[in-house]
């Protein structure tokens, strides 16, 4: 049982965070590219969800884009509910690098064909790839983060990979708006192609440094 703690003792806030989720990098080295891995791979579906309203409709020109965007998070959904737990019990067996890996180059599959869309077809063949990805990057994520906590730490550390997915929105979203913003200026459209590219870039770096990550 814990002692109360006498008021005057009492820390401060930033005092206790920085002690909460202070790591030493020489010793933690792996949850660290572990934790870069997973917020740029996330930051790559949370651009792309919040940017595609906008892209529907400037891009494919979809006549409406508000009910065109249930279909396409019909198609992701679906697609993620079929592979989140399947991809963690594969990985099981298989190794979960080998899982991550996968889902990486299928996400950069959906977004190159995303960049070549010339249907709504296609979209929502993009879609279901991408929700693939996801779904079995979650999925074999969260497992190899408990492969990677420290024991008696565990809550302390699955914090820490919860700040790395809010945080993957935290950036994302504000980054993205004023570089779309800013190649559209010069020629319409071409702010959307950037943000693909951008997203292709957050997965391929990701899936790399996770690769990185050992786990003993």
Not at 108 to 122: D, E, M, R
Not at 194 to 202: D, E, H
Request: hydrophobic share 50%.
């Amino acid at each position: 049982r814990e002692k109360p703690a006498r008021p005057h003792a009492r820390p401060s806030l930033i005092s206790t965070l920085i002690r909460t989720f202070n790591i030493d990098p020489t010793v933690r080295r792996d949850f660290l590219w572990f934790l870069g891995s997973r917020l740029l791979v996330l930051m790559a579906p949370k651009t792309l969800l919040t940017y595609a309203f906008f892209y529907l409709g400037d891009v494919v020109g979809a006549s409406n884009p508000a009910e065109a965007i249930g279909d396409v998070l019909l198609a992701l959904g679906i697609s993620m509910l079929a592979t989140v737990h399947a991809a963690a019990h594969v990985s099981d067996w298989l190794g979960r690098k080998p899982v991550l890996l996968g889902s990486g180059i299928v996400g950069i599959v959906g977004i190159c064909l995303l960049l070549f869309a010339g249907s709504y077809p296609a979209v929502l063949a993009a879609a279901a790839l991408l929700g693939a990805s996801s779904g079995s990057f979650l999925g074999t994520n969260w497992a190899l983060a408990t492969d990677l906590v420290s024991a008696g730490e565990e809550g302390r550390y699955m914090g820490l990979t919860n700040i790395a997915t809010a945080g993957a929105g935290a950036l994302a979203i504000p980054l993205m708006g004023p570089v779309i913003d800013f190649f559209n200026s010069r020629s319409p459209g071409q702010g959307y192609t950037a943000m693909l590219i951008a997203c292709a870039l957050y997965i391929a770096v990701g899936t790399v440094l996770v690769l990185r990550v050992k786990v003993k």
